[in-house]
């Protein structure tokens, strides 16, 4: 069974840098596409990044230049630099394998 347990999400103030990680279990990680997401306030679900097991990437354009997707592959862990934070940025943070299988995210808060 898979699961994903995502941290290092807290209050920052904008222009601030956060770096979220997740840590995969019950999957044979180095092989699966990752993917980070968020959830802001009354707003659904979206993708923010994503990471093939090739690490190609891409991002939403909400965030090009600003956030990095990384895998290291050895911890079953992804990645999500995040810098030059605005307050749209503020949401709970998923990460996901590609199944339907959910974490129970991590809070960002942005303050202006």
């Known amino acids: 069974q898979v699961q994903l347990v995502e941290s290092g999400g807290g209050l920052v103030q904008a222009g601030g840098s956060l770096r979220l990680s997740c840590v995969a279990s019950?999957?044979?990680?180095?092989?699966?596409?990752m993917g980070w997401y968020r959830q802001p306030p009354g707003k659904p679900r979206e993708l923010v990044a994503r990471?093939?097991?090739?690490?190609?990437?891409n991002y939403a354009d909400s965030v090009k230049g600003r956030f990095t997707i990384s895998r290291d592959n050895a911890k079953n862990t992804v990645y999500l630099q995040m810098n030059s934070l605005k307050p749209e940025d503020t949401a709970v943070y998923y990460c996901?394998?590609?199944?339907?299988?959910w974490g129970q995210g991590t809070q960002v808060t942005v303050s202006s």
């Open positions: 996901n394998d590609g199944s339907t299988t």
């Open positions: 019950g999957t044979i990680f180095s092989i699966r596409p």
């Open positions: 990471i093939t097991s090739g690490r190609n990437t």
